[in-house]
């Protein structure tokens, strides 16, 4: 018997760890990379915009308005990106906006995916009837068209920006319990699940501890692309006047607020613009990378 | 070692109803179809039929996994029933066939070891860890995978650790649903050792089903030979093998391979496939593949009759019907 267990032992091969077997998936995706990068950059304004940015967000400079960026003419160094109708730094708006954007990311994703991890484990190990009853009311959320069904639930709670984040947080949860849900009946399935109910495992622990840890991976890469549409949305609703109130420089509603100088100055709507493209469009290619190096179904051993 | 059996089974069935769609009537598939059994202290009962005759349902009967249609389970002659089972689980523990499924990935070694312990007893968190670390020590694996993770095993260390697992409670009985038909066939021998090994060191009873007659004749006592869903021999291993009575066991026994060069071989091939559960046949289940069917055979149930060597057959080999 110990000349078997030896040879047994020779046949384990070193495995790296999680992490770093992650990293080295992560790092195969170039696109996410590059929009971990751009992440990274914007969670550094939303930490520290206000003592980065050059201008007081809110400060007006009344003989300065609608002055163009730096390199066109009439424009200066004094205001890199111009200034607003009101004479506000550009610039500074935008990098204390990420702030919020970042903000109703974080929110959101946090409320929609507790909300929804919850209801989802629930609906997982419920009976059939209550299985059928949470899944029916998550299809009837998701038949609406998003935005619509937010911005009704804005237009009852009253505009805000709190309002809008709780909106578009009720909106976004029933993907978060769908995905869990199928996760969790995959998951019971198997033998390890098995073992922990004859091991004497009670619901809430077979919920939380014993299978909930294996269905994580599908719900981060969930979160990461949901932040981008959270983001989304909140400038959405701000454009539509039902997110943040001005003067807050949420880059929503800083679009709707420089609507009709369009064609006089082309910069007050295109650099919020960019800036909501750019952003979004870095967590989306972060969240695809999430996922390659998530999906064991696309790993290569 | 006292005479009473450990656990003791008598006409345990489990059915499922089956389709019952808008315009369907749903159908009942007699998974396993009554079944005796007694298991002593300290023996091993080996359950063996193809695959869907009803074995890993019966595993799960008497894991207390799933609840009997009809019939009775005793642990140590009190009954078991659903309402009890939280406090005879500790009595019976069971261990799959797949290795890689019944470990809890995300898991440390130690975590997996404690957890029986911190959920039904209230020991210190030292004292469940010293248990774990010995219980490791006891099935072959040494103290440093105590913090590793299941993938980092290979496919017989991960059947150790969950060996390791079921024994942490000190179950009376242990159920082995297949435990070695996943490795290779050098593990398998060594993990049937440590089996053995621990059956006597711990005077354990197994339930232990398979469908390699090899490996069963190395570890059983007594066999009960299943086809679809009921017994159709019972009896000590010696005179199952030697001398089989039921004409099933013995086309079983001619289709394993014999480790003697010398011997004559007498391959017998069943006609036919197995028949489908939901549509077992009047009659003795086995008549439409049998070779010695009699028009008897088809109309009435053969019971399982004698003592200890039983089989349900009208025209046994090697002996006759009680009438």
Known sequence: MDDALSTEAEMVHARPGRLREFWFYFRENRGAVIGLWIFAAFAFLALFGPWIAPHDATAQFRADTLVPPFWQEGGSWKYILGTDPLGRDMLSRLIVGARYSFFVGVVVVSIAASGGILIGLIAGFAPQWLDSIIMRIMDIILAFPSLLLALVLVAILGPSLTNAMIAIAIVLQPHYVRLTRASVLSEKQKDYVTSARVVGAGYLRLMFITVLPNCLAPIIVQGALSFSTAILDAAALGFLGMGAQPPTPEWGTMLAEAREFILRAWWVVTFPGIAILVTVLAINLMGDGLRDALDPKLKRS | ?323
């Not at chain 2, 202290?41 to 349902?57: I, M, R, W, Y």
């Not at chain 2, 095993?153 to 409670?169: H, P, T, V």
């Not at chain 2, 059956?199 to 089903?209: G, K, P």
């Open chain 2, 1 to 323: 070692m006292s005479d009473a059996p450990v656990m003791q089974a008598t006409g345990l069935q489990r059915h499922y109803n089956v389709g019952g769609g808008l315009f369907q009537k749903s159908r009942v598939l007699k998974a396993v179809a009554g079944l005796d059994f007694e298991v002593h202290a300290g023996k091993t009962l080996a359950v063996v039929g193809e695959s869907g005759c009803g074995k890993s349902t019966l595993a799960r009967m008497v894991a207390m996994i799933e609840t009997p249609t009809e019939g009775s389970l005793t642990l140590d002659g009190k009954p078991v029933r659903a309402e009890d089972w939280a406090d005879l689980r500790q009595s019976v523990q069971i261990v799959f066939q797949d290795p890689y499924g019944s470990l809890n990935p995300r898991q440390r070694i130690g975590t997996i070891l404690m957890e029986p312990l911190m959920i039904n007893t209230k020991l210190s968190r030292a004292d469940r860890e010293a248990k774990a670390r010995e219980m490791l020590k006891l099935v072959g694996l040494r103290p440093e995978h105590f913090d590793r993770y299941p993938h980092m095993f290979s496919g017989g260390q991960r059947q150790r650790i969950a060996i390791a697992r079921a024994l942490m409670l000190d179950p009376k009985v242990l159920v082995l649903d297949e435990p070695v038909s996943a490795l290779d066939l050098s593990i398998q021998s060594a993990i049937l050792n440590l089996l053995l090994d621990l059956q006597e060191r711990l005077q354990l009873a197994y339930l232990f089903i398979s469908h390699d007659l090899s490996v069963v004749r190395h570890v059983a006592d007594d066999v009960i030979v299943m086809y679809l869903g009921r017994a159709v021999e019972k009896g000590p291993k010696a005179e199952v093998f030697d001398a089989p009575r039921h004409p099933y066991t013995k086309a079983l026994l001619s289709a394993t391979p014999r480790a003697e060069p010398g011997a004559e071989k007498e391959r017998i091939k069943l006609k036919g496939e197995l028949p489908s559960p939901l549509s077992i046949p009047d009659g003795c289940p086995f008549a439409p593949r049998c070779w010695k069917v009699q028009p008897k055979c088809r109309a009435e149930l053969p019971r399982l009759r004698g003592q200890p060597h039983g089989a349900a057959c009208f025209f046994p080999e090697n002996g006759t019907y009680p009438e």
